[in-house]
């Protein structure tokens, strides 16, 4: 894997061991919420799990944003595409920018879909996937046909 410049300021960083500030997004109660449905923060266990399991079924990517990482964005079993972003730097447009990229990284690997799953509460993330093109396949799931 190699680093995705979006542009100057956004890049996709290939993961690494940086559990201390990837564990700082984690403890935002909202975001876990939006993410994984949970009303608690991650431990740095549950973390390095998630990134065990996301770098063994795909690709995983820091987001970095003006020599910052303020998320992450995977492309894992074949073609689901989860990203997070720390509130701070959500609403803009960041997310659609990486989705986007991860979209034709997934084109590069031959995949004629990808797919998101969105809790239905989560109208933030719904909108910014049904703006790139997304449409919503099931309760709780949204696709992309190239």
């Given at each position: ?26 403890q935002?109660?909202?975001l876990c919420?939006?993410?994984d ?6 431990s740095l266990?549950?973390?390095?799990a ?7 079924h ?9 020599d910052q990482?303020i998320?992450?964005?995977?492309l ?7 990203i ?7 609403n803009?447009h960041?997310g ?6 991860i ?8 995949l ?5 799953q ?7 993330s ?5 703006a ?7 309760k ?5 046909d190239?």
């Amino acid at each position: 894997m190699e680093v995705i410049r979006i542009n100057p300021d956004l890049s996709l960083i290939p993961f690494y061991s940086a559990p201390e500030q990837a564990l700082t997004w984690y403890q935002d109660l909202k975001l876990c919420k939006q993410v994984d449905n949970i009303d608690y923060p991650y431990s740095l266990e549950r973390l390095e799990a998630m990134y065990n399991y996301l770098t063994s079924h795909g690709e995983c990517y820091y987001i970095k944003f003006q020599d910052q990482l303020i998320g992450d964005i995977s492309l894992y079993d074949e073609n689901e595409i989860a990203i997070v972003i720390c509130k701070e730097f959500q609403n803009k447009h960041l997310g659609r920018k990486c989705v986007s990229a991860i979209m034709m990284r997934a084109q590069e690997k031959g995949l004629s879909s990808v797919k998101a799953q969105i809790y239905n509460f989560n109208k933030q993330s719904q909108a910014m996937f049904q703006a790139l093109g997304f449409h919503k396949t099931a309760k709780e799931e949204f696709s992309f046909d190239f």
